[in-house]
């Protein structure tokens, strides 16, 4: 089985679409246009919202239930999501906006928007996660992905 078909058959597997697959592209017979969208692996978490939903500036906070809390952005190039854990001690950043950022309420660090340019006393930038959408457009993370800073899903 080549390696695109066998992680659609994961995600497939992961979100429950297998037991209605034969309904849905991306499930039975995907075109290979689809293969990218379903990069993430079975531990993907959606985040409920049409990923075309985020308009660019903009960053939503998501419990994913599994100790990770994210940001699920958007930029003139894409969409990313950020690990929303202060690299200091954890605690939860809160978004500002896309000129200011992230602050953190603990102690005051702050990062920009893309996670970057961490201020003391965070000693590193925000951790980014692999973003994908399902064949319905619902953005999905997959928290076990961590990604170059750059990475976009590109709309
Ligand atoms: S936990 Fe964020 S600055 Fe300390």
Not at 20 to 34: H, K, S, V
Not at 91 to 116: E, I, L, Q, R, S
Request: net charge negative; proline share 7%; aromatic share 8%.
């Amino acid at each position: 089985m080549p390696l695109h078909d066998e992680q659609r058959r994961r995600f497939c597997q992961a979100t429950g679409l297998v037991l209605i697959g034969a309904t849905l592209p991306g499930c039975g017979d995907a075109p290979p246009a689809m293969v990218d969208m379903l990069a993430c692996g079975p531990t993907s978490v959606g985040v409920g919202i049409d990923i075309t939903s985020l308009t660019i500036g903009s960053a939503m906070y998501f419990q994913t239930g599994n100790g990770v809390n994210v940001f699920v952005c958007r930029d003139a190039d894409g969409v990313f999501a950020l690990d929303a854990g202060c690299t200091h001690l954890g605690c939860d950043v809160m978004f500002v906006d896309a000129k200011c950022g992230f602050h953190c309420p603990c102690h005051g660090a702050t990062y920009d928007f893309n996670g970057d340019k961490p201020t003391a006393p965070a000693p590193r930038p925000l951790q980014h996660y692999l973003v994908c959408a399902t064949v319905s457009g619902q953005a999905v993370v997959d928290i076990n992905q961590v990604v170059d800073p750059s990475t976009r899903y590109k709309l």
